[in-house]
């Protein structure tokens, strides 16, 4: 793509006016490719997160129970030994089911 801007023989008001314009738009469009030239190269290159790497995920505040995990592993995961009197709406401790949110307390990372 190739931008032309002929200056005209008459050095009118106009004539700068569209040669400025025009220099106005070619720098825009340089500035625009640029700017999306340094957006690509900039985006993370770290691989997205998997299956098994949910096994090991850190304890936040707020859990979401994963697939064959008890109160008791999580607890055990956490080193939160206190998850059942911190979540009133647990009737059965037995009774966990994936899914479930609950909120820990975590003592280690």
């Given amino acids: 793509m190739s931008i032309h801007c002929k200056p005209r023989p008459s050095r ?8 400025a314009s025009c220099y ?6 340089v ?3 640029l700017g999306s030239v340094r957006e690509y190269s900039s985006l993370p290159t770290e ?3 998997k299956g098994s790497h949910f096994l090991t995920r850190p304890c936040d505040e707020i859990y979401v129970v994963g697939e064959g995990e008890t109160l008791h592993t999580i607890s055990d995961k956490c080193g939160d030994p206190y998850i059942v009197e911190q979540n009133p709406h647990i009737h059965d401790p037995d009774d966990v089911f994936p899914g479930l949110v609950i909120k820990i307390t975590p003592s280690r990372s």
Avoid: K, T, W, Y
Avoid at 12 to 19: I, T
Avoid at 24 to 29: F, R
């Fill in 12 to 19: 009118s008001s106009a004539a700068m006016a569209d040669s």
């Fill in 47 to 49: 691989a997205p997160v």
């Fill in 24 to 29: 106005c738009a070619a720098l825009l469009v």
């Fill in 31 to 33: 500035l625009v490719l």
